[in-house]
């Protein structure tokens, strides 16, 4: 291969990357398109801190979805990216038996998640002269995440039920520069929520509804700062006898701040997403252990720079002890 070649394939792969690199940035706000807080978490029973005790929880969060399109500008770029995640969530909370504190029972938790994420990016720049550039990259990772510390208050003995929830996302999971499947977000985050419950043990109807916003800190390998995201949460529901709730809830997701830092070359972009979808929970006695069962989907409409696609999640909650 002569120079002049080499160095002509050489400046294509560097800007067939750049076309990438432009392509994810149009799809996705936020860094890799996904914050800490996982949408929907708490749609069901979120202002309701369980009794004193040791409980786990196996959470499972699937989620498929697309985003494509073009921009004209001088040139023209086409874009286009699919995500795929399966992500497992392990969790321990303590509700210490202890005084009350501001009239509330404190909690604290403990999440480890891990899991895999799927990525396939394409782009097409076509430039002023005519001139075509363009990529295509696909990628796949099974990888563990960052822990997230939780803490909180709950209050209530019914009908009504409130909680003041904090999550911590510590950035010390498996992450890489060179990835754009990363499970971990190696950078600070802090989510603060609050919740309430009502429900009415006579008719078998509750209704929930919780707001929270997640801060982010930068991304030291990357400088990029995602922006700060508001998530609005709620449903109804009725149960059907004492081991059976159907419930049809949503969520509203929305960036209250631009992205931002050095590595944030594209732009200030700010994300936001709308869902439904139905619930079923389903509380039962294993050998004489209580476990509670859920799963939600949650269809997405409404999308503005993310992913627009499903997302389920499953929970297994059982209790370890006093």
């Known amino acids: 291969m002569t120079m002049r070649r080499f160095k002509r394939n050489s400046l294509k792969y560097v800007l067939s990357g750049i076309v990438l690199a432009a392509a ?80 509330g029972s404190p909690y604290f938790s403990l999440t480890l998640p891990y899991g895999y994420k799927k990525s396939d990016i394409e782009g097409t720049l076509t430039a002023p002269g005519g ?4 990529g295509s990259k696909s990628e796949d990772s ?43 977000f190696n950078h600070w985050a802090y989510d603060f929520t609050g919740a309430v419950t009502w429900m009415d043990a006579d008719s078998g109807w509750q209704a929930n509804f919780a707001t929270g916003v997640t801060f982010n800190e ?49 732009g200030d972009f700010k994300g936001e997403a709308t869902a439904l979808g139905p619930a079923v929970a389903w509380n039962s006695d294993w050998n004489g252990t209580p476990v509670a069962l859920e799963a939600r989907w949650f269809h997405e409409f409404n999308v503005k720079n993310r992913l627009e696609g499903d997302a389920v999640l499953f929970n297994m909650t059982i209790p370890l002890g006093g």
Do not use: C
């Open 218 to 266: 930068e991304n030291d390998a990357t400088n990029y700062k995602s922006g700060d995201e508001l998530h609005v949460e709620a449903s109804v529901g009725k149960a059907i006898n004492p081991n059976l709730t159907l419930s049809l809830q949503g969520y509203y997701y929305k960036q209250i701040s631009g992205d931002s830092g050095s590595g944030a070359f594209l």
């Open 24 to 103: 994810a940035g149009q799809a996705n706000a936020v860094e890799n398109g996904a914050g800490m807080y996982i949408l929907g978490s708490r749609t069901s029973m979120g202002g309701v801190v369980a009794p004193p005790g040791t409980y786990t929880q196996q959470s499972y969060y699937l989620y498929s979805g697309s985003n494509g399109g073009e921009i004209v500008n001088s040139g023209k770029l086409q874009f286009g990216i699919e995500g795929r995640a399966a992500i497992g969530l392990t969790s321990v909370l303590w509700v210490p038996p202890s005084e009350p504190v501001l009239g």
């Open 131 to 134: 001139t075509v550039l363009s």
């Open 142 to 184: 099974f990888l563990f995440g960052d822990p997230v510390f939780g803490a909180g208050l709950g209050w209530g003995k019914g009908p009504f039920f409130g909680s003041l929830n904090m999550l911590i996302n510590v950035p010390i999971g498996d992450y890489s520069t060179s990835r754009s499947t990363n499970v971990a």
